[in-house]
């Protein structure tokens, strides 16, 4: 069982940065897939980086590639995704994932364990 808690999210200006984190509980944290989604009101929730977990492999959804940024932390239980020149369409929560599955993926599916998302806002 794996329990995940975000922070970080918040309101800022496009072309601002915020830096996400997500805070995990539980054994076996250190050979979970990690990955970051992102709902917008009224859409599916969407795809948005992941990490494999030793770290040495990322994903990254088209729209966010070259913008965001994700790492993990074993030792200390963490993952981060560091959030650069956002628009508004970035705008939604943002949810960590965990999957057990030990190679990246995009698979909301087999992401099984969840937070309960953080609010991101971007104006223009």
């Known amino acids: 069982q794996v329990h995940l808690v975000e922070s970080g999210g918040g309101l800022v200006q496009a072309g601002g940065s915020l830096r996400l984190s997500c805070a995990a509980s539980?054994?076996?944290?250190?050979?979970?897939?990690l990955g970051w989604f992102r709902q917008a009101p009224g859409k599916e929730r969407e795809f948005v980086a992941a990490?494999?977990?030793?770290?040495?492999?990322?994903d990254y959804a088209d729209s966010v590639k070259g913008r965001f940024t994700i790492s993990r932390d074993n030792a200390r239980n963490t993952v981060s995704l560091q959030m650069n020149n956002l628009k508004p369409e970035d705008t939604a929560v943002y949810y960590c994932?965990?999957?057990?599955?030990?190679?990246?993926?995009?698979?909301?599916?087999?992401?099984?364990?969840w937070g309960q998302g953080t609010q991101v806002t971007v104006s223009s």
């Open positions: 990490i494999s977990w030793t770290g040495g492999s990322t």
């Open positions: 994932a965990a999957s057990d599955i030990i190679i990246v993926h995009r698979i909301i599916a087999r992401y099984h364990y």
């Open positions: 539980g054994r076996s944290f250190s050979t979970y897939t």
